[in-house]
T-cell receptor, first 116, second 114 residues
Framework: DTEVTQTPKHLVMGMTNKKSLKCEQH?????MYWYKQKAKKPPELMFV???????INESVPSRFSPECPNSSLLNLHLHALQPEDSALYLC???????????????FGPGTRLTVL | GENVEQHPSTLSVQEGDSAVIKCTYS??????FPWYKQELGKRPQLIID?????GEKKDQRIAVTLNKTAKHFSLHITETQPEDSAVYFC?????????????FGSGTRLQVQP
């Protein structure tokens, strides 16, 4: 299995709702990422988990809460979002190489989030 | 931190022509440079990558060149086809500091006219 899967594909939520985005990979990768992508812009890094530990938090507002229950799963919990948080949320995974070298990041198809 | 600049922002070529997209980076510690293709509504997909111990890499119609001294790298697509139309992102990452995160360029929208 060489794919990263994400659910749901689309999500519409109100500003008072609580929802979660899910990401799964079965490639044995030990690094997983959340990105936010606005239209016509590059992916913008939010969080990085390395060996199930949060290693990078790009000063993301606390209304976004990541969780890595095990090496195959990554969640993003959403609460009290704002309309400007509407975007495509991409998950990715990679296998860190030896000597801190970098290996290919595989992206999931994304969740298109709309906040009303 | 790392800063990646990408040019041009849009590129239109005739089918069969070549396309070149250029990126510059700021952090001399960067040593991994992937290129991603993103079609409308789809996920970014890696098309080619290069590491700083290599100056050029080719895969069929796609090639990437790296100039570490000048801190720039380029994507070359030859014999372009309409299905090459997409947004292309370059990226760079330093290693050795524990920060295993890509910094992306702003993207180039390539349109191949049939």
């Amino acid at each position: 299995d060489t794919e990263v899967t994400q659910t749901p594909k689309h999500l519409v939520m109100g500003m008072t709702n609580k929802k979660s985005l899910k990401c799964e990979q079965h490639m044995g990768h030990r690094a997983m990422y959340w990105y936010k992508q606005k239209a016509k812009k590059p992916p913008e890094l939010m969080f990085v988990y390395s060996y199930e530990k949060l290693s990078i938090n790009e000063s993301v507002p606390s209304r976004f809460s990541p969780e890595c229950p095990n090496s195959s799963l990554l969640n993003l919990h959403l609460h009290a979002l704002q309309p400007e948080d509407s975007a495509l949320y991409l998950c990715a995974s990679s296998q860190p190489g030896r000597d801190r070298s970098y290996n290919e990041q595989f992206f999931g198809p994304g969740t298109r989030l709309t906040v009303l | 931190g790392e800063n990646v600049e990408q040019h041009p922002s849009t590129l239109s070529v005739q089918e069969g022509d070549s396309a070149v997209i250029k990126c510059t980076y700021s952090d001399s510690a960067s040593n991994y440079f992937p290129w991603y293709k993103q079609e409308l509504g789809k996920r970014p997909q890696l098309i080619i990558d290069i590491r700083s111990n290599v100056g050029e890499k080719k895969d069929q119609r796609i090639a990437v060149t790296l100039n570490k001294t000048a801190k720039h790298f380029s994507l070359h697509i030859t014999e372009t086809q309409p299905e090459d139309s997409a947004v292309y992102f370059c990226a760079a990452t330093p290693t050795g500091t524990g920060r295993r995160a890509l910094t992306f360029g702003s993207g180039t929208r390539l349109q191949v006219q049939p």
